[in-house]
């Protein structure tokens, strides 16, 4: 194991740590006073990190991001005698760690949490920057705190056993960062681990200057608008880290429509297309109608009202889009392009 780099924190500064061996793994999760949360699917494929009694297993699934879900697990840490000095450890993907961490941060007013993320799309973005995050009724992550977590693991190994969409779902962030840094000529497929790497410290660069989402931490936000929407009309059918690309080429069609200086303004939408067909994700003409993304984009938790989207000229920006033609011309071009 060794270090990768340490995320600041005005509330806690955490480490994230490349693991090399499984094994590393394991310690922790039989440490004392220590009680591990699972994705159920990874608990299947690597059932020697569940053996302990304290484990607890849940479906990777939106329905577990809820607040019958947050106080289910909360019901077993109490009955577990958890306490202010016990630490989770939270085992899967996106989903699991934002529950987990939801939960950790308002158990005993907060409890400490390792991350251990088995996903593509949660090793190269989500797992640091310390929000956790509910659903509730029909908003996606509406409920959630700033709660980072005591550290994190990273093992390249998990990799190995996603299925094709989801490993492919997993370069949506990659793909995003290279083109709010300008680099898209520079993606490429062959590197994952560095690639990996890469997206951590530009994710980690951003949040040094802004941890709490009140200006440059938005332009991460890039390909969200409407990947969030196209998640939601899709019924999540879309999986996160696509929708991600799809958002991404509809924001850039739309800055270059709004004649902005869009470098490799070909190679992003060629990248995407490639991807989503690469996925074998088959979209449906239905996912991307104006009417309805636009009422979804407008209950997003971030929503003020205004069409405000993160677009690239030459840099990153926060745009209030008003001309709406020009993105019912996006979706439809994106849309038919695939």
């Not at 297993?57 to 077993?76: C, D, Q």
């Not at 109490?78 to 996106?94: D, E, P």
């Not at 497929?189 to 938005?218: H, N, P, T």
Request: net charge neutral; aromatic share 8%; with cysteine.
């Amino acid at each position: 194991m060794h270090n990768l780099l340490t995320i600041p924190s005005k509330l806690s500064n955490y480490p994230v740590d490349w693991v090399e061996n499984i094994d590393e793994i394991k310690q922790q999760i039989n440490s004392d006073n220590t009680i591990t949360i699972i994705d159920k699917n990874v608990a299947m494929l690597y059932p020697d990190l569940c053996e302990h009694p304290s484990c607890i297993i849940i479906p990777a699934e939106e329905s577990s991001k809820t607040l019958k879900m947050a106080g289910k697990l909360s019901k077993v840490l109490i009955k577990s005698k958890a306490n202010t000095r016990t630490k989770l450890v939270a085992i899967g993907g996106g989903i699991v760690q934002d529950l987990v961490g939801f939960v950790a941060s308002i158990y005993c007013r907060g409890i400490d949490y390792t991350l251990v993320p088995t996903t593509l799309l949660a090793q190269a973005d989500s797992c640091i920057g310390g929000k956790t995050s509910i659903n509730h009724g029909d908003r996606k992550n509406i409920l959630g705190t700033f709660y980072p977590p005591t550290n994190i693991l990273i093992y390249p190994g998990f990799i190995d056993t996603l299925t094709t969409t989801d490993y492919l779902s997993g370069w949506g962030e990659i793909y995003k960062f290279h083109i709010l840094q300008g680099k898209m000529s520079e993606f490429s497929l062959d590197d994952v681990d560095s690639c990996i790497q890469d997206g951590l410290k530009y994710k980690a660069s951003i949040l040094a200057i802004d941890e709490f989402d009140k200006g440059e931490r938005r332009w991460l936000n890039y390909g969200h608008t409407f990947g969030h929407a196209l998640e939601t009309s899709s019924d999540h059918k879309i999986p996160h880290g696509l929708a991600v690309i799809l958002g991404s080429m509809i924001a850039t069609r739309i800055a270059h429509k709004l004649e902005y200086k869009v470098k490799d303004y070909d190679l992003i939408l060629s990248t995407g297309i490639n991807l989503i067909k690469q996925s074998g994700l088959k979209l449906k003409k239905s996912w991307f109608d104006f009417n309805e993304l636009m009422e979804i984009v407008k209950s997003d938790k971030k929503s003020t009202g205004e069409l405000t989207m993160a677009l690239v000229d030459s840099k990153p920006n926060l745009v209030n889009v008003k001309d709406l033609s020009i993105v019912k011309e996006a979706l439809k071009e994106v849309y038919e392009s695939i």
